[in-house]
DNA sequence: TTTTAAATTTCGATA
DNA sequence: TATCGAAGTTTAAAA
């Protein structure tokens, strides 16, 4: 059996299925009236309430509250999870190191409990990521400026990594940061820090970030700064085109 | 009762409970084979595999591998989920808009079903965050450099928020960034913005760089653009004090 | 192991 | 509603 399910389990079966899980390689998912700890890089309570509670064999722990995208507690994997009563209550407890951090939640109360023997060897498929749109540039250097020429393909600097290093068509030296999102203060700081990286070595160097869009504060700081902002929404790869007709098929 | 628990239901069993607890507001939580398609800010596909899926009440939706901390696809709170049969086969869909994308999970084998009418009125309180920092450097200026006065807190300036700005013993400027993690290059980027742009309208200003720790390109970087690192590890406030003992009572 | 930058980042605060 | 910056960010890639 795949999947094996316990309505309001007491504490002790709790945790004797719950080490049982962790020693077969389960998945465990719990729902449970709790209170969570944390401590470690911060540390921080969640005082009583009802959560799902999943433990992974990886080590991940997750804490989940009745809304909201992000577990109000966690612990990515590398860990270990364990199980023990306390007082009378189960406990589950996660841990890991570098660095040093706990999550333990104190089962007032648990609703249910799920064992699940998962088995996946899929991996996920994405398509329209940063990396496409760098590919797509750099076979199509002209969507960016009429006889721009990619030279180098991030390239190492003393500051970091600048994602083209090209030339314009009367050969200036053109430095490219390129965003899939639109455009924020940050990004334009790292093109700001390749070119002054740049000019202290070179005249003349011209920079240009090239994203869907920009906020106004962004352009400005550009514009102030004689960088120039290309405006780049769209972008097709061949992966990307491959998918997409995958998808319409289905 | 709060959780009900199904075992291996049919697609129709399974979609008629996932359409009462979307209607009641109740977290559901399945495990299933399944394949999962996302559309939106990018596209991808996930074969099949074994998976716990979670709905909440609020929209979120969220599909679990066997292994990781962050879902392997999702959808977070704001828009809607939804069930339906297909083909003879549940299939779980998750929409919004702005950003207009869907997750659609298409369960191929359903292992278990639980659905959890939770009640949760707690909230998450920590300690130790970078605010609780701005707060202890507020109160102990001394800690960057003896003699420093803090002038303004959160100062806004044209491109950005300036964390601290305060004058050294000699009535000096200085424009002060806090981290609470190791210092990167962004952090660099983000003080080097303010400072330059003091530098504009104002002669001389000293740029400090406040985190526990920096990467050697980062120190660098601040000694090349005359810019001062401070670290700072530890800090306690009140509110971080009160917290820690509590956990120690625990 | 450390560093660097992306991410379907999410989330909260602010204007 | 858009923007800005923090986050216990996590993750993956590269040195």
Request: aromatic residues 8%.
């Amino acid at each position: 059996m795949v999947a094996e399910k316990l309505t309001a389990p007491d504490p002790e079966t709790l945790v004797s299925e719950a080490k049982a899980a962790f020693r077969d390689g389960a998945m465990l998912t719990v729902q449970a009236r709790c209170e969570v700890e944390y401590e470690g890089r911060t540390s921080g309570y969640l005082g009583p309430g009802d959560r799902i509670l999943v433990a992974k064999p990886d080590g991940t722990f997750l804490v989940h509250q009745p809304t909201g995208h992000k577990p109000v507690n966690w612990m990515p994997g590398g860990g270990s999870v364990s199980a023990r009563t306390s007082e009378d209550e189960a406990v589950l407890l996660a841990r890991r190191t570098n660095p040093s951090e706990r999550v333990e939640a104190r089962i007032l109360e648990a609703y249910g409990l799920t064992r699940f023997d998962a088995t996946d060897g899929a991996t996920y498929e994405e398509s329209g990521t940063e990396a496409e749109m760098h590919e797509y540039i750099e076979e199509n250097p002209d969507v960016l400026e009429e006889g721009l020429r990619i030279v180098e393909h991030e390239r190492e600097s003393k500051y970091g990594f600048i994602d083209f290093f090209a030339r314009d068509e009367s050969g200036t030296p053109v430095v490219v940061e390129v965003k899939r999102i639109q455009a924020t203060l940050n990004h334009f700081d790292q093109l700001q820090r390749y070119v002054s990286l740049y000019e202290e070595t070179n005249d003349t160097v011209r920079g240009m970030l090239v994203a869907p869009s920009a906020s106004e504060r962004v352009e400005r700081a550009l514009r102030d700064n004689g960088l120039e902002f290309v405006e780049l929404a769209e972008f097709d790869t061949d992966a990307k085109g491959a998918t997409e007709a995958k998808l319409t098929d289905f």
